[in-house]
């Protein structure tokens, strides 16, 4: 009977087969790969002090909100968070107003130099992070922005422009001259051409740029460690402060899972956006 | 004439973005070289000196830059041998596959000092990992691979954590490569493997390459995840320069040490650049 079937059939069989098979694979190497290490530091975050969790035992025995409590309670956690939360806001804001008119001109004119400028715009990425605080650390002291929430902005907004550059500057380079060209034939003035064209279709890519400088912000370290503290503690300094000599794996969880849930639960909801791939659009290319 | 006015015009629009990134790494550059060399000292004298220079020929400074260049390039090569399968299986779109696309990103919001504390909860001495292991009896005593002498875990958790990154970087490259030249490969009978290998990879090469410049010089420069699960020596070169610096306060040393970092990543991005027009020709 089997013969009967004609070949290309049984190919096409095959075929699908071993991509459902692909499929399930991967579907459950992903879970271990991403739901395995969070699920252990929402175990972890919920280990009661009392009763440890310890080598022989599968699941902890018991349960508790010890350790939320206790880092909220002891720990200068809020303040960090609200460091954190406060700080990112200027960055996006000041790295958008920074990057507008540059973006503008590195997608939409030609001029010599452009490649160049193009590459120039990636240094803060490409500049090892460490170095660039330290050195920076000495200049900020000079002017006295050392240990201040503005040296922080600033800081936090340096690391910000490449994305935002890079991605702003994509954006107003897929918008089609045509466009242009008709709007202004039919009389369209600057500020109708800002409204109707620019506007819209830089968008997505406005949005996006803001969530890559957004979360750069959140999860920056080196900068941050070298010149805001002791004085202002964000959330990452905090959580290094809980993975050094005095390891603390409960309170460590709880830091990390109160870092990382807001960014997932932003990613959700920004998918839509990041479905054109801004990021390789814009890094893709050096 | 009009034209040059333009140019200006667009020179000048170009300085809040361009500028602002220009002057910050510029002075890093340059604090960084001058006090190398003993210039621009706040504390003490400023005198040229080369003194500090003799630090690169300490062992512990050659350790670091060894650990660090190791780092680099095993996490290069690993991310993207892992990421390279995994662009090619989301090439194609599929039932299931959008959630799973969201699902694989996770990482890229995550930040990494949080990567490196969750992987750690899974590869400490009585982690999940070892523990699976042991009841698989594939080993017989756990692992040492968190602080491992070798770096085992960081290469793990930097693959974890940039495996998003390099991965929407790879898709991009991969979707601008044309199905009529897979058809035709396959119709003259190239099998899966070949197809992957002659076809993928050559014309991915670009998209390959980004990937693994901005990996390597993430990983040389790593201060955070060598200090949660790197071995306890050599420190990672960023580690030793911010101890040098703070702890010790030879703030002229750890010049030398940045000096030394940089020159490094600027002459990994221009072998990466020469390396590009070799492959993808004049673009």
């Known amino acids: 009977m089997e013969a009967l079937v004609p070949l290309h059939v049984r190919q096409a069989r095959r075929r699908k087969g071993f991509i459902l098979l692909a499929t399930g694979f991967f579907i459950l190497v ?10 252990m530091a929402v175990l972890w975050s919920f280990v009661s002090a009392k009763h440890s969790w310890s080598y022989p035992d599968l699941f902890p025995k018991v349960l508790g909100l010890d350790p939320w409590r206790y880092v909220f309670k002891y720990t200068n956690i809020k303040r960090a968070l609200v460091t954190s939360y406060s700080i990112a806001p200027f960055a996006v804001a000041l790295s958008f107003l920074l990057s507008l ?3 503008y001109v590195l997608g939409r004119k030609n001029f010599p130099g452009k490649k160049f400028f193009n590459i120039v715009v990636l240094l803060p990425i490409i500049m090892p992070g460490m170095v660039v605080a330290l050195s920076l650390s000495r200049v900020f002291q000079a002017v006295r ?24 500057s994509t954006s107003f380079q897929t918008i089609p001259q045509d466009v242009i060209d008709a709007a202004e034939n039919l009389g369209a003035s600057t500020f109708v051409k800002i409204r109707d064209i620019y506007l819209p279709m830089v968008l997505p890519g406005l949005l996006a740029g803001m969530i890559f400088a957004f979360t750069t912000s959140i999860e920056e370290f080196n900068l941050t460690f070298v010149i805001g503290t002791p004085t202002f503690e964000t959330i990452p300094t905090i959580l290094y402060s809980f993975m050094g000599y005095n390891f603390i794996r409960t309170n460590a969880s709880v830091v990390a899972l109160v870092m990382m849930v807001p960014n997932i639960v932003l990613l959700f909801l920004v998918e839509r956006f990041l479905k054109a ?6 890094l893709g290319k050096m | 004439m009009k034209r040059d006015g333009t140019t200006r015009l667009h020179y ?25 060399f003993g210039l621009f000292s706040i504390t003490g004298t400023s005198a040229f000196t080369l003194k500090h220079w003799a630090v690169i020929a300490m062992k512990e400074t050659r350790d670091s830059v060894l650990y660090s260049l190791k780092m680099g390039v095993l996490a290069s090569i690993g991310t993207v041998l892992v990421a390279f399968p995994v662009a090619l299986f989301f090439r194609k779109g599929g039932s299931g596959k959008r959630m799973l696309g969201s699902l694989i990103k996770i990482p890229l919001f995550v930040p990494a000092l949080v990567a490196a504390f969750l992987i750690v909860n899974l590869i400490s001495y009585h982690g999940v990992v070892n523990e699976v292991l042991i009841g698989l009896h594939l080993i017989k005593a756990p692992l040492r691979m968190l602080n491992d002498p070798f770096g085992w875990g960081v290469v793990f958790i930097q693959v974890w954590k940039n495996l998003p990154f390099v991965l929407l970087i790879l898709s991009a490259s991969l979707a601008g490569i044309h199905d009529d030249v897979v058809d035709a490969a396959r119709n003259l009978g ?9 076809i993928y990879v050559p014309l991915a090469m670009s998209g390959i390459l ?6 390597f010089i993430k990983a040389f420069g790593d201060f955070p995840i060598y200090g949660v699960a790197g071995p306890i020596y050599p420190p990672s070169i960023s580690y030793r320069m ?3 610096a703070t702890i010790f306060q030879q703030w002229d040393q750890a010049a030398v040490l940045g000096v030394i970092i940089i020159v490094t990543a600027l002459f990994v991005v221009w072998a990466y650049s020469r390396l590009a027009e070799f492959v993808g020709g004049t673009e």
């Open chain 1, 145 to 168: 922005l050392s240990q201040t929430f503005v040296g922080l902005v600033v800081a936090h907004t340096l690391m910000g422009l490449p994305y935002m550059i890079r991605v702003l």
């Open chain 2, 242 to 244: 911010h101890a040098t």
């Open chain 2, 210 to 215: 980004v990937s693994m410049i901005l990996m």
């Open chain 1, 30 to 39: 992903q879970i271990v790969w991403i739901g395995l290490p969070i699920l």
């Open chain 2, 12 to 36: 000048l629009m170009l300085v809040p973005g361009v500028g602002v990134i220009l002057f910050f790494i510029a002075t890093t550059v340059i604090v960084t070289v001058a006090r190398s």
């Open chain 1, 277 to 282: 791939d801004y990021l390789s659009a814009s």
């Open chain 2, 190 to 198: 190239a099998g899966r493997w070949a197809v992957a290998l002659r």
């Open chain 1, 101 to 103: 008119p540059t973006s």
